[in-house]
């Protein structure tokens, strides 16, 4: 893993591991935490799921309960930091410098949200859902990680509270022992160490939902560095985005057959079509897409390539949703350094 900051603990997953498998492994996941004081162990028998708030009645949840006493489900889903490539942004902005590897493709198990509101009964006046986890702040002035969905985000079909990840209990610092799942969107939701889950009749307004995790509300959620006075709005699903896995910017080839291979995937629609260039964009070529895990999952794309000696290639790949949203040409900016979406080039030669 690629250290970011040790305290938060932020890693990042090495690009590589994007090409060995459509499901990245639990151990070689990124991770990332805002506050530092994460818990060292959880007692994950000992752990409740307080619901609370706007409801009829309020439960105490424990893993044991979720696991059942709710029907299971099990989903496959990108979880995507909203900052994932931030490090790429021309200019620079402030936050984790994270190249492409804040992502990564789960099996997430659990049980759907709306089945535990509906047993506590949520009250007509609801706006939102607010969870909170177990992680704290180092001063009482720090705000703590507090996020917020609308009520009809919460009570979607594939927003779970999930116990496992790829087949196993979830890892610690991926939020043992149970967490929010909210796929197509951004992992800013995906509360870790879920301990929270508060029904309120207003609309949050802490540090989380009000100053940080905003995208401004212009076309493509851009601005120029120069803008001021725009208005926002909270950061929500997911753009699409497409990869290289088996070939890094800058390779030296063996000349000859061989295949492009990588990764797309968007906000919940699914990829109708992954395409690839071998001339940075000015022709582009069918892939054959691989197995469908769902729409929220990575999709494996893959197409020939026969690399002469002496040539340079710039290999290029741009995916199109199955809602028609694909990639950009031109990196789109913002001061928080979220969404980047822009088609990945790959200069490449062979001998
Ligand atoms: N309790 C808690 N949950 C959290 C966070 C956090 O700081 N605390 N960070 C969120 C953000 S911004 C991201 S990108 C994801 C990261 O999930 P991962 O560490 O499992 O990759 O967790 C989300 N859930
Ligand atoms: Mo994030």
Known sequence: ????????????????????????????????????????????????????????????????????????????????????????????????????????????????????????????????????????????????????????????????????????????????PARLIVPGWYSTYWMKMLSRIEAIDHVEDNFWMKTAYRIPDTPNNSVAPTDKGYATIPINRMRVRSFVTNIADGAHLVAGPQLVRGIAFDGGSGIAKVDYSLDGGTTWLPTTLGPDYGKYSFRQWSGPFRPRTGIPYKIACRATAVDGATQTSTPTWMPAGYQRNIIETYAVTAG
């Open 1 to 176: 893993m690629i250290v970011l900051t040790p305290r938060p603990v932020q890693l990042e997953t090495p690009f590589s591991v994007f090409d060995k498998s459509v499901f990245t492994p639990n151990d070689e996941f990124f991770v990332r935490w805002h506050l530092s004081g994460v818990p060292t162990s959880v007692d994950g028998d000992a752990h409740r799921i307080f619901v609370m708030g706007t409801v009829g009645r309020r439960l105490t949840l424990s893993v044991d309960d979720l696991r059942h006493t709710f029907e299971p489900v099990e989903i496959a889903a990108v979880n995507q930091c909203s900052g994932n490539s931030r490090g790429f942004f021309d200019p620079r902005v402030a936050g984790g410098q994270w190249t492409n590897g804040a992502m990564g493709n789960a099996r997430w198990k659990g049980v759907r949200l709306r089945d535990i509101l509906d047993r506590a009964g949520l009250s007509a006046g609801t706006k939102q859902i607010r969870f909170a986890g177990l992680d704290t702040a180092p001063f009482k002035e720090t705000p703590l990680f507090v996020k917020a969905l609308d009520v009809d985000i919460a009570r979607g079909d594939d927003v779970i509270v999930a116990y496992e990840m790829n087949g196993r209990p979830l890892p610690l610092l991926n939020g043992f």
